[in-house]
């Protein structure tokens, strides 16, 4: 399937006070609260809104951030520039809303001691990080007594999502965006070194078939190769539960938001159980 979207503007560097501003803006105008989720290892940033508690809860989950100042220099805080997941989430009118960020993006360095380059980088994906992620999760869903749990990730949080639903069994619904679903098979198209210290999406493919997913894949992307996609599909068997979506007009970070309440509006695939 393809969608034709169109891309606008550009983006410059914010500060990261200037960075956390801009979510907490995007929050107030849009009815969303912010919290702190401590986890065994981070204190995680999250921004909610809830009005059906009892009914599925909807989690969407940030990208790597920003992550390198050029190729080959890592930031010193992964806050995003540009929060993709957070502007998506708040398109979406469910009535149970959650976005939340990866560790170290928006919590300030002193008040998370844990906070360090690899778990920006080479641990972006590590047990560690996901573990806490999961328990993030069930923190939501204790706090929010969800029936269920839908998962959408961008970019890296696609990864993020996929590794914590092989963890779940209350998962209803999986949506990646622009989404890194084979890091090996990126970091190979980039040339750059595999993440050793992290765990692989493509790797548990096969042990969340039955979930329904819809993968979302922007064809004016440049960072999230062809290649990736194909590797998660392959391994995800022929019986799995998944669609691909390809969006004309969209790269990695523009195209999706303007687009997200018709996309939201695809069907999953109907699969046998």
């Known amino acids: 399937m393809t969608i034709v979207f169109f891309l606008a503007g550009c983006l410059t560097v914010p500060s990261v006070s200037e960075r956390r501003e801009?979510?907490?803006?995007?929050?107030?105008?849009?009815?969303?609260?912010?919290i702190s989720i401590r986890t065994v290892s981070f204190i995680l940033t999250a921004y909610e809104k809830v009005n059906s508690p009892g009914s599925l809860v909807r989690i969407y989950i940030e990208g790597d951030g920003y992550a390198f100042v050029t190729r080959n220099r890592v930031s010193w805080d992964p806050t995003p520039r540009n929060p993709?997941?957070?502007?998506?989430?708040?398109?979406?009118?469910?009535?149970?809303?959650?976005?939340?960020?990866?560790?170290?993006?928006?919590?300030?360095?002193?008040?998370?001691?844990?906070?360090?380059?690899?778990?920006?980088?080479?641990?972006?994906?590590?047990?560690e990080v996901i573990r806490s992620m999961e328990m993030a999760v069930s923190s939501i869903v204790e706090k929010t007594q969800a029936?269920?749990?839908?998962?959408?990730?961008?970019?890296?949080?696609?990864?993020?999502?996929?590794?914590?639903?092989?963890?779940?069994?209350?998962?209803?619904?999986?949506?990646?965006?622009?989404?890194?679903?084979?890091?090996?098979?990126?970091n190979e198209y980039h040339g750059v070194t595999p993440l050793s210290e992290s765990l692989n999406p493509v790797d548990s493919a096969e042990k969340i078939k039955q979930i329904p997913q819809i993968h979302f894949s922007g064809l004016?992307?440049?960072?999230?190769?062809?290649?990736?996609?194909?590797?998660?599909?392959?391994?995800?068997?022929?019986?799995?539960?998944?669609?691909?979506?390809?969006?004309?007009?969209?790269?990695?970070?523009?195209?999706?938001?303007?687009?997200w309440p018709e996309l939201l509006n695809i069907p999953f695939k109907v699969c046998n159980k």
Not at 225 to 241: D, I, K, M, N, Y
Not at 248 to 259: F, I, K, L, T, Y
Request: charge should be negative; charged fraction near 25%.
């Open 84 to 127: 993709v997941a957070f502007r998506l989430a708040v398109q979406d009118d469910s009535a149970n809303i959650v976005y939340l960020a990866r560790p170290c993006q928006y919590t300030a360095h002193e008040k998370d001691v844990a906070c360090d380059f690899p778990y920006w980088t080479s641990a972006r994906f590590s047990d």
């Open 147 to 186: 029936s269920g749990v839908e998962l959408i990730g961008y970019s890296g949080g696609a990864a993020v999502a996929v590794l914590i639903a092989e963890r779940r069994s209350d998962v209803r619904s999986i949506r990646s965006v622009a989404g890194n679903l084979d890091s090996d098979a990126v």
């Open 220 to 259: 004016e992307d440049e960072i999230i190769p062809e290649s990736a996609l194909s590797s998660f599909v392959r391994r995800s068997g022929p019986e799995a539960c998944l669609e691909i979506v390809r969006v004309r007009g969209a790269d990695h970070e523009m195209g999706w938001v303007e687009s």
């Open 22 to 34: 801009n979510a907490d803006r995007i929050a107030r105008e849009n009815g969303f609260t912010r």
